[in-house]
């Protein structure tokens, strides 16, 4: 797998590997949101290439403080062959790169395989924080596109 820097002309293929995923995607995850975030993080948001095709896709993203990930995806097809950690292991350094001392993601609470994977390459469980989130325009925010 080749790892780069995502570009829109991959915006629908990236869209297609969260939806058979299992990622909700939503009105964040419309084409002018997802070019705000790579305007905003253009190093961070990667894919991975077999043959040409997108076949894994990760959001990093860097507030100045603190790393975040979202959305990482490995196509169906392509999972539990190492494709999600390797991925996981460039963002990793480039965190690295930028100093950034820690790095949060979410997961939903059900998806255990998805939290087992994270365990898997070092991550940790918090119970000592609560997710709280805040919808500032509901016209803006649908759950689904």
């Known amino acids: 797998m080749i790892i780069k820097k995502f570009s829109m002309k991959y915006y629908k293929d990236v869209i ?21 975030v790579l305007h905003k993080n253009p190093d961070l948001f990667l894919i991975g290439l077999i043959d040409k095709e997108v076949i894994a896709v990760v959001i990093g993203a860097f507030d100045g403080r603190r790393g975040y990930v979202h959305h990482l995806a490995v196509s169906p097809a392509y999972q539990k062959k190492g494709y999600g950690r390797k991925i996981m292991e460039e963002l990793h350094e480039r965190f690295q790169n930028l100093n950034v001392h820690k790095v949060h993601l979410f997961i939903e609470k059900n998806n255990e395989d998805v939290i087992n994977f994270y365990k898997k390459i070092g991550w940790e469980i918090r119970d000592d924080l609560i997710m709280m989130s805040y919808v500032p325009n509901t016209d803006l925010y649908k759950r689904d596109i």
Not at 16 to 34: A, L, P, R
């Open 16 to 36: 297609q590997i969260w939806k058979n995923s299992g990622i909700s995607v939503g009105s964040s995850d419309e084409k002018e949101e997802i070019k705000r």
